[in-house]
């Protein structure tokens, strides 16, 4: 078994062995399978009330797009396969609904610094359906002049023209989903996207005037072979994203039915799988391009990398943002918010959806009330992710705790990421190396005091 290098770090295999293991991603902290399903319309409502108190800050809002033509056969988001007529008509019926509800809620806090549109497909709605929900959010709340605005595309089913419309919206920011660009892989997982569609794509938001423009790839996919995998970088590459996040292949075909469809023979083996996102990691820096948190890459100039330097990265469930924006909204089914020092989930079944709002109650079917302990451990882990530094003084000044008292246990368990050359210790501070970034979700485990109780099935760490 030979070892896995890259540029700037070496991967034995004893070293994956060890630590090659499941475990969360951190995009929330605590993490999902800890929320609890008794916090609902009440809680929720609580958490508004106290969010109104706080009328100049700034909010983030995540609409959830359930929609797709067709479900791959990788796919772990939640999603709906609409044929039916008029079945997108009737769900913005009811967002805009959970919509008003909510900024009536919140009274006077309006501003909006960052919209995002998820999925599903967003472009699975029409012209008109697209401007209708524009027109809602931005008749609910105050969308800032300078804010974010960003959506997610697939490249199958995405028009010229929905791309004109949403640049005359204001949009500003797209992300693609590519995944790769094989078409070995995409008949694997039942998403065939030929190069020209995306290139294509991607040519429409550039001649619109997009920036900040992003490709989803994926690596650990059923029949990704070395070589092919580094010709879908190249070309990647050579199209020019601003932005691109390589994300690790969760295969849970327990929670997640689609995935029976999937070859499990034909998964690359651990060792395959890290020198898959060692040849991307490899080839985006040769070409240019920054790594940002644990899995993501963007141009030197693009606002991501130029936070990353400067150490203000944020993450949050529409993913790694400079929006100083410290809460979020989110409408539609199974969108998650987080709102009043509380993590809130949408009921992810259309109907129990439905069934809620026409009761004249928030469709929320879980979530979870911040202890002050969690609040400290969701900054710490969210600088070790975003910025790979954590600053002991800025901790103290924040939450008046001594990391070497506050941490004591935690900083013991570190030390043999310290031998193994994951992390440093700096002066007041813990810096995440090279090699620690590959394996930043099992440095974030270290602090997560939950993580011990949870049985939840997770996807590996590599």
């Not at 089913?157 to 005359?168: C, W, Y």
């Not at 651990?270 to 060692?278: D, G, I, M, P, R």
Request: with cysteine.
């Amino acid at each position: 078994m030979s070892d896995s290098k890259c540029s700037d770090i070496h991967v034995t295999p004893e070293l994956l062995q060890r630590y090659d293991r499941p475990g969360p991603r951190y995009t929330s902290y605590p993490t999902a399978p800890v929320w609890k399903e008794d916090f609902g319309d009440s809680e929720y409502r609580k958490a508004l009330t106290r969010a109104a108190g706080h009328e100049d800050d700034p909010l983030s809002v995540y609409v959830h797009i359930p929609f797709c033509h067709e479900r791959c056969a990788f796919c772990g988001c939640n999603v709906i396969i609409g044929r039916k007529e008029g079945l997108a008509d009737a769900y913005l019926d009811y967002v805009i609904r959970e919509m008003e509800a909510v900024a009536k809620a919140l009274g006077r806090r309006k501003r909006v610094l960052q919209v995002h549109w998820g999925g599903g497909t967003p472009t699975y709605l029409d012209l008109s359906q697209m401007q209708r929900l524009f027109n809602a959010i931005g008749g609910t709340f105050a969308i800032d002049p300078n804010a974010e605005l960003a959506l997610e595309m697939d490249p199958r089913v995405t028009s010229q023209e929905q791309i004109a419309l949403l640049r005359s919206m204001g949009f500003n920011r797209v992300s693609m989903g590519v995944q790769d660009l094989d078409p070995n892989v995409q008949c694997e997982i039942h998403r065939n996207q030929t190069e020209e569609q995306t290139r294509q794509l991607f040519a429409w938001c550039r001649e619109a005037g997009f920036g900040g423009i992003n490709f989803d790839l994926i690596y650990g996919l059923p029949g990704q072979e070395l070589p092919n995998w580094e010709e879908t970088i190249r070309k990647v590459i050579e199209i020019g994203p601003d932005r691109i996040a390589v994300y690790s292949y969760a295969y849970l075909p327990d929670r997640l039915r689609n995935q029976r469809h999937i070859d499990v023979d034909k998964l690359p083996k651990a060792t395959l799988k890290l020198e898959l996102f060692s040849a991307a990691r490899r080839l985006f820096l040769e070409a240019g391009y920054s790594a940002i948190g644990m899995d993501h890459f963007a141009k030197p100039h693009d606002e991501l990398a130029i936070a990353m330097r400067e150490r203000r990265l944020h993450r949050n469930f529409m993913g790694y943002t400079v929006v100083p924006a410290p809460e979020m909204l989110g409408f539609g089914t199974s969108a998650i918010g987080e709102i009043g020092g509380c993590f809130a989930q949408n009921e992810k079944k259309l109907s129990r959806y439905y069934q809620a709002i026409d009761a004249g109650k928030f469709p929320t079917a879980c979530g979870i009330a911040l202890t002050q302990d969690d609040v400290i451990r969701k900054y710490v882990i969210k600088q070790l992710m975003c910025n790979f530094y954590l600053d002991f003084a800025e901790l103290e000044s924040l939450f008046g705790v001594e990391y070497s008292v506050y941490f004591a246990a935690e900083d013991e368990t570190l030390k043999s990421t310290l031998d193994e050359g994951f992390i440093s210790r700096e002066s007041g501070a813990l810096r995440v190396l090279p090699l620690g970034q590959v394996f930043i979700r099992n440095i974030a485990m270290v602090f997560d005091a939950y993580l011990p109780k949870v049985t939840t099935q997770f996807s590996r760490t590599v």
